[in-house]
């Protein structure tokens, strides 16, 4: 009983933690700042959190690491966030939120091409069945919601590949299991701040938030999204079942969805509606076979 209710908590943490995230592309529409610039303040004002977080829960303000190699691993799982985040900031001004958060969660399917190119793991069925399933769903939406016809499917196609760099670094940083996440957190964090400025640099100049809107929002994206949501899904999924943690996460995705409707009238139609519940039982599937690698 005590283990059940335990498992429920961890739940829903997990799932409060991917409802937070799903606000994040809220937030990076209303901002009127370049997407590298969103990146640079999103991780730069998540930081000092971090290490009042450390300094509650570890009672120090350093972050040591176990093993030496996991700074050079977390710098590269950072530069492939830093990629994908930079890419899915840019597509929407181009595509719908839903579109671009539900394709980019698509990336458990390239964790598994990942794993099978780098280490050989192989291919299951229910891998093949999920890819399968995944982008049906995609295409219908992209097809459905007249970005095909209208010209903006380069935005969809913008989602595609930020999702592959999303799953370098998820590929990445599942290989640090053994390392405190606070610190895995902090570190990506860190270098994602760092990588993020030579691209925002070429975008345009140096530039402050320029309204009391404009810094709250960006407060808003870093302590909620990166912050609160990130290490609310570090500390549930690894307490709770692969299904369960499954499911939780697609909170992401429906949120944003919910949110854009609400907010911005990105309505979907019927046919997009039949496509979004493809795809999430797909990126469900995709996740639930992932755990078992």
Known sequence: MLLNKNRANYFLILAFGATLIGFAPIFVKWSEMTPSWILFYRMLFTLPFLILLNLILNKKISFKVKNKKTIFFTALASAGFTIDLILWHWSMGITSISNATIIINSAPIFVALLSYAVFKEGLTQGFLI???????????????????????????????????????????ISRLGKEDSINIIFYTTLFCC????????????????????????????????????????????????????????????????????????????????????????????????????
């Not at 999920?130 to 196609?157: E, P, V």
């Not at 345009?204 to 990166?226: D, G, H, T």
């Open 130 to 172: 999920s890819f399968i399933i995944t982008y049906i769903g995609i295409s219908g939406l992209i097809y459905f919601s007249s970005n095909y016809s209208n010209g903006k499917i380069l935005g969809d196609l913008m989602c595609l590949l930020a999702a592959f760099f999303y799953a370098i670094y998820l590929f990445v």
């Open 194 to 293: 760092l990588f993020s400025l030579p691209f925002a640099l070429i975008e345009s100049p140096p530039s402050l938030p320029s309204s009391s809107f404009e810094w709250i929002n960006l407060m808003l994206l870093a302590v909620l999204c990166q912050f609160g949501g990130q290490f609310l899904i570090t500390h549930g999924i690894s307490n709770i079942s692969a299904s369960d943690g499954s499911i939780g996460l697609l909170l992401q995705p429906l949120t944003a969805t919910i949110l854009a409707a609400l907010i911005f009238d990105e309505l979907l139609n019927f046919s997009q509606l039949m496509f979004v519940g493809i795809a999430f039982f797909g990126i469900y599937l995709a996740r639930l076979n992932i755990s078992k690698v």
